[in-house]
């Protein structure tokens, strides 16, 4: 196999997700049955990574436990920085690796398909690109970062909602945090990435104007149904996928409903 066709993961799985409440860290609340961490990763496999980074941070030791597996690589984020600081964290596991393409999941986002993760895949080989992202339209984008394009519909930079304009925030496509991105640019971007915005962090998001100042390809492939790439930050948006989940939407069909999953999901 060409180097260039190898595909490996990287999952963000560092945050500790105040916002659920919660001493537990995000990635290990259960989502019918399992922790929603589990359905990134089997994602990842799915779609066939033949390395999959998993990056943690809170409760690092209590999430290697849990996923004790020989073929997962585990690297800690120490300080919470952003999510381009997170990636950076995953940079000596790629030492010696002769180029290929990485795939970067989010471990809260536990409904996306193996199938769009797959029509992401190969929008970006099909277009050549450096960077690919996956977005998807929202009526309201509220805090999620904004999606600018050109006339020609290539990515131009991703804003994120604190930073973004007025006019910016009227834009409806939004990033998920989902991308595909040629190793020898990734690691060699966010090693450049500042922190220069209103949260003081390393955005992974500032790699796409990276790219295209070095005329690079960058694209963006539309998830069709917004639900599915919904991330979990709420105790109310952990119970929602619950029953999304229950009812058959989103999961890779490997990942999905594990026996006696309903007594996990409450409301």
Known sequence: MKAKNVLSAIVLAAGKG??????????????C?????????AVARSVGARKIVCVIGHQADDIRRRFDDPGLIFVEQREQLGTGHAVLQ????FAGDDGGTVLILCGDVPLLRRETVEALLARHAA??????????LLDDPGHYGRVATDAAGQVVKIVEARDAT?????????NTGIYCVEAGFLFEAVAGIGNDNAQGEYYLTDIVEMARRRGLAVRSYVAANSEEVMGINTPAELARACRLMEAGGGATPAARMPEGAGKACTE
Request: hydrophobic share 45%; aromatic share 2%; no cysteine.
């Open 18 to 31: 105040t916002r659920m409440k919660s001493d537990l860290a995000k990635v290990l609340h259960p989502v």
């Open 33 to 41: 049955g399992r922790p929603m961490l589990h359905y990134s990763l």
């Open 90 to 93: 995953a940079r000596e596991a």
């Open 127 to 136: 277009a050549g690109a450096a960077v690919t992202v996956m977005t998807t």
């Open 166 to 174: 007025p006019a910016e925030r009227e834009i409806r496509e939004i």
